[in-house]
């Protein structure tokens, strides 16, 4: 890399500070500056003073075929769970409303060190995704999880949502709905399990927001296969849902697979998808009129209740209100992907 990037300084690997710093200041020797030098123990954060993103691990053990993530960054590796805990602490201290808790495989966090024992506040926890959660669950701000694999010990979390100690939020990366594709991608799960999960989450926790993205146009989709993703969704109702062409990335073993489909065909069945999507998200968005929800306020007039991440879901709009605020909005009217109201 080096050798065809000559202007590049160094090459390190995801989370090496100390690598990154030495071919920094060998380059650029750093003067000792003691009001900078100072860093405040949440460490420096590019979001706004009222969210922050929690990574929990690097790396993924799955080898889905359209995926290039475990030959960049590896197998996983989780984050001892004490130091988790410390930052998350840190960042609530520091003035944080809500933790975004993401990695490339939230349910598998400690599988790698066989959910090894650490420890928090003086007591044992094990580094496993539903110690974790209940550990977050204290802090007394919103926790979101992103990025969760459907295994079975993620129903051990929704009764955490429905008790209030996460918010009553799952993102979970369905892809496809079509047990032939769900194998040529190397996806666990088959959509008849998926819905009865979802079916059974709705039970336990029926405020429960279920976000997920699916690939279209993967080599070999046929036309029937297509119609049966379109079906889950019907079935399946979920609220939030991105949608994405198959894109041949280089290094991506789908490549290999026969059957590649048109860039034409792929756009079309993009668009279907939205279609079928967007009328589920204008209904389920407009049993909400007439309620009231709580709301973080992201800055005056616009802010997100517990069914909206940041950047990637949708909105409430309304009349004033001061960033970083928690505030009730009475909503008055919904279109397919915002909420509209006032504050209460």
Known sequence: MQKAHPAVLAVTGPHDTPAVMKAVHAHLPKPHDPYTDLIPPQGIKLTPEHYAYLKISEGCNHRCTFCIIPSMRGDLVSRPIGEVMQEAENLVKAGVKELLV??????????????????????????????????????????????????????????????????????VPFQHASPRILKLMKRPASAEKVLERIRAWRAICPDITIRSTFI????????????????????AQLDR???????????AAANELPGALPEEVKHERRERFMKVQERISAARLQSKVGKTYQVLIDGPGLGRSSADAPEIDGAVHFKGGKTGEFKNVVIDRADAHDLYGRLQ
Do not use: N
């Not at 110690?131 to 694999?149: D, F, I, P, Q, T």
């Not at 849902?241 to 290094?251: A, M, Q, T």
């Open 102 to 171: 993401v990695s490339q495989d939230t349910s598998a966090y400690g599988v790698d060190i066989k959910y090894r024992t650490g420890f928090w506040r003086g007591r044992p926890v094990k580094t496993k995704m539903t110690e974790l959660c209940k550990s977050l669950g204290e802090l007394g701000v919103w926790v979101r999880l992103h990025y969760v694999y459907p295994y079975p010990h993620v129903d051990e979390v929704i009764p955490l949502m429905a008790d209030g100690k996460l918010l009553p939020y799952l993102d």
């Open 216 to 235: 279209v146009g993967f080599p070999g989709e046929t036309d029937v296969e297509f119609e049966e993703l379109l079906e889950f969704l019907d079935e």
């Open 241 to 251: 849902v991105g949608c994405f062409e198959y894109s041949p990335v280089e290094g």
